[in-house]
């Protein structure tokens, strides 16, 4: 299947009126890393109309709501076929999608839907291409908040894939959505290919996907969180590289590793999309998606993303700088800093922080953020003890 002249013609001129000013039209959105829950990672293609609503009464109820989570995000096998018009409807598991948006908007929650540029899903179901514009003024009609968009099977239509081709086919969603006149929080999955936190921005995107998915193993997703050193000048306010989700409460690792992703999901000022059963989670579970204190760190309004400033073998310390001011300042002044210190191997080992990598001098005040306690006065070389694969996270100032 290929476009016709004529569409192609639209799509090229459509490109190009969005590349001039793609930030100015993002409109303010995901000032701060967008957090939700999606229901890929758990519930694959098993997933209807219950269950999403199952998900955000849970989200509401269990105090997630309150610490920042917003979205309520369907991922694919939402869809059914296409009527006489070409207009995309849902399959029988989601009889409503209009009552089902209104329903998540009653809690104070806003909701999310999946598509592809492609002309089908990862999972084998319609995707937008050829329908771009239809299917945006659908999802607005519905009363979405919030599209990702898979690249799934794009690279059968716009072959040899190349940047170009996929800056052309992220913008024209991203144009197109603009249209429908409702805000949209933009996310691109593309898998980290081309470079894309280059040039994600520049489609209007307010995150983009910088690795394969996250899957629910502790190397797995060191490799991926670790991965992300290099990539900090990339994100900010309004766009953000997304690591993929969290697999927090999943089963597939203890609660300490878990642990290890939240700290380093929070220290890169990555997206939190939690990807667990919300209505099964433990009490520890709950308290790894939901502390306020570690979750302030992402949440940050400087938007800086975190680096890694020093390194031994599997132990890893990373900074990331927080606000002085704002409506919630992490510190009354300079330096302030969030540290997490990490031991990829397997025993515990005490982990001596090294000011002069952490750009810091003499003695500062440092609040364990997981323990909730606060340290005192610390010096160079102060140890953190940390388990085989966990993670400590301190907060540095004044």
Known sequence: MTPSRSSFVFWCISVLSLLASPTAMRAQLAQTPPMGWNSWNHFRTAVDDPTIRAQAAAMASSGMQNVGYTYINIDDSWQGTRDSNGNIQANSRFPDMAALTAYVHSLGLK????S????????????S?????????TFATWGFDYLKYDWCSAGQVYKPVTV??????YSLMYKVLQATGRPFVYSIDEYGMQSVWQWGASTGAN?????QDVKDDFYEMAEIGFGQMGLQSYAGPGAWNDPDMLQVGNGGMTNVEYQTQMSLWCIL????IAGNDLTAMTPAVLALLADPEVIAVDQDSLGVQGKRVWEQGPLEIWIKKLSTTGPHPECSSSPCLAVGVFNRGLGAESIPLNFQSIGISGEITARDLWAHKNLGLIKNGHTINVTGHGAAMLKLGK
């Open 111 to 114: 909701i999310g839907i999946y």
């Open 116 to 127: 592809s540029p492609g002309p089908t899903s990862c999972a084998g179901y319609i995707g």
């Open 129 to 137: 291409y050829g329908h771009e514009a239809q299917d945006a003024q």
């Open 164 to 169: 170009q081709k996929m800056i052309g086919a």
């Open 207 to 211: 995150l983009w996907r910088t690795s």
């Open 269 to 272: 000022s990555a997206p939190l």
